[in-house]
């Protein structure tokens, strides 16, 4: 690779996992990142002049942020992730991401700086991280070095947050879990405006992404044996961790999402504790009109909690 200073990275899809090791990993070896700016209406509407109709609202914001990042540093950052071990997968739209992004930009020939995570050969983060450090002309022992640290601080963050949820979980009145994949939960055109609604009504919003991945991982065999995927495995099990700890569950999705096209609406079956409240944003409509069905979900709890149906 020509010379690199500055690193570019889409605030998208797993930027709202893995962002914060990335970004550390990378200041680490003394690149400089620009990380594109938090998704708006426009973010959306650049990256629909560039999508097909069909694919999901993450991936066209995503494509947004690409576009932001063009001529704004020296390389957008795009892995590819099969997924990190061989059991659980990523959705197909990740192991190809590098590929949708070079022929949907094949006239701009943005320089992609890329790596694979896959789980047909078992490659694990560290690997994964090595390979990376190669790319950029460091050392193993400078990669190792800036990788073991932006363990840490990603460690670090995702601990304070489980403790700043735990601290919300023992808090009087309304408690909604939010229930999705983290671009979706954060990024405030999808899940943030909801979450902002939900606020509104008074209730406290919790996030499956804020419990320890670890335990939420395992206890979703419980739930599903067989199901492939990473993510919804990690949220499937959040579900199954706290919704006897909470009052009801918003489960948000985007359109149109394969995977969540079949997990949620096992999900909504298997949940019998709490109200569940299916929500599905798309590029049209957004988080548009929302507020209605927020407001009654919310009185619905509200009744509940009074005492509701069962004291007739
Ligand atoms: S898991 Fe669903 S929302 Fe996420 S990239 Fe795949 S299709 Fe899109």
Redesign the pocket.
Known sequence: MGEIRTIGIPRG?MAYRSGVQWKAFFEGLGFSCVVSQKSSRETLERGMERAVDET?L??KLYLGHIQELLGACDVVFVPRMGGYQAKEKL?T??ESLPDLVNNIFRDERPRLLTVSYDWNDRTDEEKVYMELGETLGKTRGEARKAYASARRRMEQWRRDKERRQKALLEREGIRVLAAG?PY?LHDPYMGGEISRLLARQGATVLFTDYVDREKALKRSYHFSRVMP?L?NRELTGAVMLLKERVDGIVLLS?YP????ALVNDMLVRKVKEVPVLSLTLDAQSGAAGMETRIESFIDIIRYQKAGGYGKN
Do not use: M
């Not at 999402?257 to 969540?260: K, M, R, Y």
């Open positions: 899809l999901c993450p991936f959705c739209r990740y994949h979706v995927w993510i985007a999402c394969g995977p969540d």
